[in-house]
């Protein structure tokens, strides 16, 4: 397997990180068995949050044995010093250890978010040991862009993918340029990408950035598993994948980030904002199911208040995001009904 150093961390990371979020959907046994199947299979870098509810407990549980061989990252959304030490310190109790390699604050777009003792809790901890680094996972590229150029934080962890555009691919650079880990989450665009060879062959050209592939199934974990061993190159058939992503993606599409949420009428928004994709890209008939409908049918009640849009860091026009989506969502079922 692939290892990249983390910036100027001192950190030798696998390339690619175990994304810990997912297994929160799996009882602790199943858990349990795909993280030391990870470890087994070669990955040395796991990534979890204090927001993930029992997934640094299952960490804990499966890998507290081996904790010298691996790097864990974790992340609080503590915005004062009492939360972000509290977490620290939860965060040390579920995974069963007495460091942290990474520490990063997790989904920062402003500096009141750091700045209101959440940064200082951090340092103290650091000075205290039970935390070895600081970073910063943000989806705003504003603020990367400034956190980079501040020199306050060892890593910055940013959504990066193939569809990635061109201001993207250059914070990437200026951040790796500055001696810092970048670290790429929705390597798959929030799931838009289907094809793991593909993105596996991109992210290998990409020097320097750790993917993190979100883990829920054992199925998914051997598909990474096989891809590291086997290592494939691009290719022309690759790019061709790559290029017609791109020309049907574009730059504009949710990402289902979730930074809209919530919406005060209730509507699922980071689902129903990309639905065109979810039927179109993967089997269909499960989103036409009277629940998905009854979701879908709820964006009638929009009032256009406008929050959503004013929180999307890709600048989506969330509110007639959602109407052309309702529009084609019911187009697309009429077109297809007769099959369901
Ligand atoms: S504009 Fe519509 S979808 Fe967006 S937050 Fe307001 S009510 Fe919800
Ligand atoms: S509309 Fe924007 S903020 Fe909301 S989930 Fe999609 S990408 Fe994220």
Redesign the pocket.
Known sequence: MRSVKLGNTGLTVTKPAFGALPIQRRDKDEAVRILRRAYEGGIRYFDTANAYTDSEEKIGLALAGVRENIVISTKSTGRDYDTVAKHIQTSLERLKTDYIDLFQFHMVSDWDEVDNGAYQAALDAKAKGYIRHIGVTS?SIRFSEEAVASGRFETLQFPFSYLSSDEEVALVRSCLNAGMGFIAMKALA?GMLANARAVHAFMREQDGVVPIYGVQTMEELEQWLALADEDPAMTDELQAVIDKDRAELGGQ?????????PCPQGIE??QC??MDMLIRRSPWRPYFTPEWQAKMNKINDCVNCGR?KS????H?D?PN?LKYMLKDYWEFYEAHKAEL
């Open positions: 989806h929030g599409f949710c990402r289902s980030c979730g930074y809209c949420m928004i980071r904002a990309r959503c929180k999307c860091p890709y989506l969330t995001v």
